[in-house]
């Protein structure tokens, strides 16, 4: 996606992805991945990689946090989109918030 079509994505102006949108986000996809983490017995590979999707969910985390301090907009709405795109494979589930959902739809 081009510069252009990540701002034409993003929020009305004035409106600012802010950390509590990232933690609400954050919480959901958390709340996916837990129980799977704590069940047992649980295979070796599934474990990696819902270790792994932990893994990029706060790793992205601490890029906002940095794209906020740099005032980055465009960092902020390329790791939003993948948050939402991760979080969208639970887009039936009753928590998921249809605000999260990208207007290209």
């Not at 802010?18 to 649980?42: G, H, K, Q, V, Y």
């Not at 939402?84 to 605000?99: C, E, G, I, P, Y």
Request: proline share 3%; net charge negative.
């Amino acid at each position: 996606m081009g510069e252009d079509q990540w701002a034409e994505e993003a929020r009305e102006p004035g409106e600012e992805y802010t950390e509590e949108d990232f933690a609400a986000l954050a919480r959901f996809l958390f709340s996916r991945t837990d129980p799977l983490m704590l069940a047992w017995p649980i295979e070796d590979a599934t474990d990696k990689a819902i270790q792994a999707l932990n893994d990029v969910v706060r790793v992205l985390l601490g890029q906002a946090r940095v794209f906020r301090d740099w005032e980055n907009h465009t960092g902020l709405v390329s790791v939003w989109d993948a948050l939402v795109t991760t979080a969208a494979q639970w887009k039936d589930h009753a928590d998921f918030d249809q605000a999260w959902a990208l207007d290209d739809a």
